[in-house]
């Protein structure tokens, strides 16, 4: 069974800073691009973030470019997102999801793409 275990969400104050971790087991992690994807209330689901295979590429987002930094670990089929200095518009759901892809690609897929994903963890962020 392929599990996707996202934590690491709370409450913070802007201007704060979380560290999201996303455990994988059943699939071949270093197979799978990794995604981090959020959804605010009553808005649509953003694809913030995703990291290639070796973790060389990494796309992000805009919105949080220089504040958000995602990583991961192949040995412990962990995937993290640092996020730092935190708004009040990160307030959202954060998913992360797996994609089966050949080699390390350089661009965003679309969350349709993503084969697995997470539960969700719920980051709240305070003005």
């Known amino acids: 069974e392929v599990q996707l275990q996202a934590s690491g969400g709370g409450s913070v104050q802007a201007g704060g800073s979380l560290r999201l971790s996303c455990a994988v087991s059943?699939?071949?992690?270093?197979?799978?691009?990794i995604g981090w994807i959020r959804q605010a209330p009553g808005k649509a689901r953003e694809e913030i973030s995703c990291i290639s295979l070796s973790g060389g590429n990494i796309q992000y987002v805009d919105s949080v470019q220089g504040r958000f930094t995602t990583s991961r670990d192949n040995a412990k089929r962990t995937a993290y997102l640092q996020m730092n200095d935190l708004k009040s518009g990160d307030t959202a759901v954060y998913y992360c999801?797996?994609?089966?892809?050949?080699?390390?690609?350089?661009?965003?897929?679309?969350?349709?793409?993503?084969?697995?994903w997470g539960q969700g963890t719920l980051v709240t962020v305070s003005s």
């Open positions: 999801a797996a994609a089966f892809t050949f080699s390390d690609i350089r661009y965003f897929i679309t969350p349709s793409q993503y084969n697995y």
């Open positions: 059943g699939l071949s992690f270093g197979d799978y691009t």
